[in-house]
């Protein structure tokens, strides 16, 4: 079993930039893709990016370009830097794991979640 927990989450100005946390326990975290995922009230939750067990990322047309999707294996520890945030922006966002090396944008691909983490972005 994983367990998934988000921080980092908070209020900036459009324009800003916010850095989330996503702490994983589990022994085997370094051989999990990783996924990072937002929703709004009242909408589905909709893929940002993820991060595959050797690293290599990939992300939504949205926010390619502006959010970088990262990984320390040893802390166990992915991260979501969120740059040139704008309130379109505003969200949960989560965390997810797949028990596979890589996978893609859909959630049905992650066996794991996070709780989530409010970002706010104010115009």
């Known amino acids: 079993q994983v367990q998934l927990a988000e921080s980092g989450g908070g209020l900036v100005q459009a324009g800003g930039s916010l850095r989330l946390s996503c702490a994983a326990s589990?022994?085997?975290?370094?051989?999990?893709?990783m996924g990072w995922f937002r929703q709004v009230p009242g909408k589905e939750r909709e893929f940002v990016g993820g991060?595959?067990?050797?690293?290599?990322?990939y992300y939504a047309d949205s926010v390619k370009g502006r959010f970088t999707i990262s990984r320390d294996n040893a802390k166990n520890t992915v991260f979501l830097q969120m740059n040139s945030l704008k309130p379109e922006d505003t969200a949960v966002y989560y965390c997810?794991?797949?028990?596979?090396?890589?996978?893609?944008?859909?959630?049905?691909?992650?066996?794991?979640w996070g709780q989530g983490t409010q970002v706010t972005v104010s115009s």
């Open positions: 589990g022994r085997t975290f370094g051989s999990y893709a």
């Open positions: 997810a794991a797949a028990r596979t090396a890589v996978a893609g944008s859909r959630q049905y691909e992650y066996d794991y």
């Open positions: 991060i595959t067990w050797s690293a290599y990322t």
